[in-house]
């Protein structure tokens, strides 16, 4: 694998139910980031990792709690969810939290919540 | 706090024609800017950045833009469009903290006709 992966690619649950996104970075960078992507609007920051630790908490419901255990991999557990979170999740990752760092993208996993 | 502002959200060029793509942005000190190319079903890749130096900026796949502090505008362009072109591209800026935070325009989605 190369570059920055995510799985699942879709995912369809339901509002009581319990999920996790995973993301892992195969280019050794410091940096990962969550988004969210929905139609018609900019992309959203939701959280931003460096070295494990988290820098960023753009004011995300509880229902989406992160966890980065290394590095390399980052999750996305959610739970309760509703029907106005489905969306497009996307996974960054970048050498360094400074600013211009390249981030590089995932290609995103497709969460639809019924 | 940062914005940007991408006029069109579809944009239609024949094949060999003039690519332009209109974005302008707010921030109250030099900005760092990017264009993002997002294909179908894959994350965002980096086309170009500005950070300081020569305001004329060239990227991946011919395309280039300009920084023109004066007009706030960053604007995307490609001399001669080809089909592979077809795409949803996106402008952001980067925060001002020196956090590598990204702030994202809506999106132009460019049909290239043949």
Known sequence: ETGVTQ????????????????????????AMYWYKQSAKKPLELMFVYNFKEQTENNSVPSRFSPECPNSSHLFLHLHTLQPEDSALYL??????????YEQYFGPGTRLTVT | AQSVT???????????????????YSSS????????????????QLL????????LVKGINGFEAEFKKSETSFHLTK?????SDAAEY???????TGANN?????????????
């Open chain 1, 7 to 30: 799985t699942p690619r879709h995912l369809v649950m339901g509002m009581t139910n319990k999920k996790s996104l995973k993301c892992e970075q195969h280019l050794g960078h410091n």
């Open chain 2, 102 to 114: 990204l702030f994202f325009g809506t999106g132009t989605r460019l049909t290239v006709i043949p």
């Open chain 2, 79 to 83: 001399p001669s469009a080809h089909m």
């Open chain 1, 91 to 100: 996974c960054a990752s970048s050498q360094d939290i400074g600013r211009g």
């Open chain 2, 48 to 55: 170009l950045k500005y950070t300081t130096g020569a305001t």
């Open chain 2, 6 to 24: 991408q006029l069109g959200s579809h944009v239609s060029v024949s094949e060999g024609a003039l690519v332009l793509l209109r974005c302008n």
């Open chain 2, 90 to 96: 996106f402008c952001a800026v980067s925060d001002l």
């Open chain 2, 29 to 44: 000190v030099p900005p760092y800017l990017f264009w993002y190319v997002q294909y179908p079903n894959q994350g965002l």
